[in-house]
């Protein structure tokens, strides 16, 4: 990853002593002129910088996912 990234919030996971989620922007994620995505993170261990699962939603994606989270959720 190349782009900058910041941290827009941070969680403890349910079910794990340690366990975090963490939120962040990236800009440029892929090189010069790709697009910004939403980085959400999984770490067990704690260490928001080095999580052991990620996955990268363009911001175009945001309005579907969020969606999909409310349905899982079941308020949709």
């Given at each position: 990853?190349?782009?900058?990234?910041?941290?827009?919030?941070?969680?403890?996971?349910?079910?794990?002593?340690?366990?975090?989620?963490?939120?962040?922007?990236?800009e440029e994620p892929y090189g010069?002129?790709?697009?910004?995505?939403?980085?959400?993170?999984?770490?067990?261990?704690?260490?928001?910088?080095?999580?052991?699962?990620?996955?990268?939603?363009?911001?175009?994606?945001?309005?579907?996912?969020?969606?999909?989270?409310?349905?899982?959720?079941?308020?949709?």
């Open positions: 990853m190349s782009g900058k990234n910041v941290l827009l919030k941070s969680f403890t996971l349910a079910g794990t002593k340690e366990g975090t989620i963490s939120v962040s922007s990236i010069k002129g790709s697009h910004s995505v939403v980085s959400i993170g999984i770490s067990l261990k704690g260490n928001i910088d080095e999580p052991d699962w990620k996955a990268h939603i363009p911001y175009e994606n945001l309005d579907d996912l969020i969606d999909a989270l409310m349905e899982a959720r079941g308020t949709k």
